[in-house]
């Protein structure tokens, strides 16, 4: 199984909402990722996963809290997001966060977030 | 400095080769990658080259390193309707992937 799979595949939020996204891998991965991507640009790192621990975090602001359960799992807690928050959420997985094994990263198909 | 440079858009008929281009300057990357996002997709590694190679050929994909100029290329050969997507190359300087702006590729039939 080489597959990273997101839920839901849409939501749309009011800006007092709480909602969370979810992430699944089962390749035995040690590092998982949360990305945000705007329309025609590139995905940026919001935050890293590695053995379970947050080891990075790209100065995302506290509206979005991420929270790893187990070595599989990855969820994206959100609360009083912005309109400007709307993009498409990617998650993805590798065997480490070191050498090569950091650049070759599984994608999910992500989950369109619009806050209304 | 962490910056990964491409041209947006590269229209090719079916058929041709295709070759994008993307310019790094962090020589202290070890390894360079080939991301592709269908519309509607997550990102898909092609393919990825490790610093001290010149070239690797990975079917219709070729990939050309210089390393001097830092400058890697992806060639397309036979470019199908089906290789229509975002082409997004990378580099691991501190462990995280750093995009480029990623090249469209738009394939006429």
């Known amino acids: 199984d080489t597959e990273v799979t997101q839920t839901p595949k849409h939501l749309v939020m009011g800006m007092t909402n709480k909602k969370s996204l979810k992430c699944e891998q089962h390749?035995?991965?040690?590092?998982m990722y949360w990305y945000k991507q705007k329309a025609k640009k590139p995905p940026e790192l919001m935050f890293v996963?590695?053995?379970?621990?947050?080891?990075i975090n790209e100065s995302v602001p506290s509206r979005f809290s991420p929270e790893c359960p187990n070595s599989s799992l990855l969820n994206l807690h959100l609360h009083a997001l912005q309109p400007e928050d709307s993009a498409l959420y990617l998650c993805?997985?590798?065997?480490?966060?070191?050498?090569?094994?950091?650049?070759?990263?599984?994608f999910g198909p992500g989950t369109r977030l619009t806050v209304l | 400095g962490e910056d990964v440079e491409q041209s947006l858009f590269l229209s090719v008929r079916e058929g041709d080769s295709s070759v994008i281009n993307c310019t790094y300057t962090?020589?202290?990357?070890?390894?360079l990658y080939w991301y592709k996002q269908e519309p509607g997709a997550g990102l898909q590694l092609l393919t990825y080259?490790?610093?001290?190679?010149d070239m690797k050929q990975d079917q219709r994909l070729t990939v050309l390193l210089n390393k001097k100029d830092k400058h890697l290329s992806l060639r397309i050969a036979d470019t199908q309707t089906g290789d229509s997507a975002i082409y997004f190359c990378?580099?691991?300087?501190?462990?995280?992937?750093?995009f480029g702006q990623g090249t469209t590729l738009q394939v006429k039939p």
């Open positions: 993805a997985s590798s065997q480490v966060t070191e050498g090569q094994g950091a650049g070759e990263q599984f």
């Open positions: 390749m035995g991965h040690r590092a």
């Open positions: 996963y590695s053995y379970e621990k947050l080891s």
């Open positions: 962090d020589s202290s990357s070890t390894y």
């Open positions: 080259i490790f610093s001290n190679m």
């Open positions: 990378a580099e691991t300087p501190s462990g995280k992937l750093i």
